[in-house]
């Protein structure tokens, strides 16, 4: 900060300097104002700086506005061409009568910080106190890392609730698969008891007639004997 702060002293003095010897004589007295120190969101469109001036003993002509950037490398002349259109990085603005001007930086990025300038000239007036500048405005683009946390961690929320529902959701399928193999097992137990049964009753019933069909043969080979013998004495009495 003590850096910038000297380099910034030494940059007004060079400018005051360079326009201390376009000038000569020594009434008129001009005086620059401007703010210390400027701080917006990278993602703000447009930042104003305001230069406010005044001048005593001086005569009665427009004055001219000149800007300065001192940045992270040499310094810059803006607006040479008079930056009067919205559509460019720079726009000036100038309410003379007010004793107003300001520098507007369009579509803000975190390179336009730096140490802006304002200068006023009297461009006729031959005299050094007719040239002076402001002392600067320190502007400082942030990035919003409050909206970047924030982000975060709506996305770790969401990843940590993705997950748990996946888990459930795993967990759930595989009860409801071993519910069914469970119930498929019980069915095929049921299905082979049943078949098991019906085997037992099929074996009982073939049983059954089995001595039935010969104890039906027997007596029918005891009626044919008997029969026979009945025969035998009736002939052979």
């Given at each position: 900060m003590e850096t910038v702060k000297r380099g910034k002293t030494i940059l007004g003095l060079e400018i005051n300097l360079i326009l201390f010897y376009v000038g000569a004589a020594r009434a008129c007295i001009v005086s620059v104002s401007q703010p210390q120190y400027l701080e917006v969101d990278h993602t703000q469109e447009a930042i104003?700086?305001?230069c406010s001036y005044s001048h005593v003993g001086c005569p009665a002509e427009q004055p001219?506005?000149?800007?300065?950037?001192?940045?992270?490398?040499?310094?810059?002349?803006l607006c040479l061409d008079g930056c009067t259109s919205d559509a460019g990085k720079f726009?000036?603005?100038?309410a003379l009568t007010q004793n107003q001007v300001s520098l507007t930086v369009n579509r803000v990025t975190l390179n336009d910080s730096a140490i802006y300038i304002c200068g006023i000239v009297l461009p006729f007036s031959k005299e050094p106190g007719a040239?002076?500048?402001?002392?600067?405005?320190?502007?400082?683009v942030r990035e919003m890392k409050g909206l970047h946390s924030l982000l975060i961690a709506v996305l770790s929320l969401l990843s940590i609730y993705m997950t748990v529902v996946l888990g459930i959701?795993?967990?759930?399928?595989k009860s409801k698969s071993n519910s069914l193999r469970n119930k498929e097992t019980e069915d095929s137990q049921k299905k082979k008891s049943a078949?098991?049964?019906f085997q037992e009753i099929a074996q009982e019933l073939y049983n059954k007639?089995?001595?039935?069909?010969?104890?039906q043969s027997i007596?029918?080979?005891?009626s044919q004997r008997r029969n026979a013998d009945i025969k035998h004495i009736y002939l052979f009495g």
């Open positions: 104003t700086i305001q001219r506005s000149l800007w300065f950037r001192y940045g992270a490398h040499q310094p810059e002349n726009t000036v603005k100038e040239k002076r500048t402001g002392e600067g405005t320190m502007l400082v959701f795993v967990v759930l399928s078949w098991h049964i007639r089995r001595v039935e069909t010969r104890q007596k029918c080979k005891i």
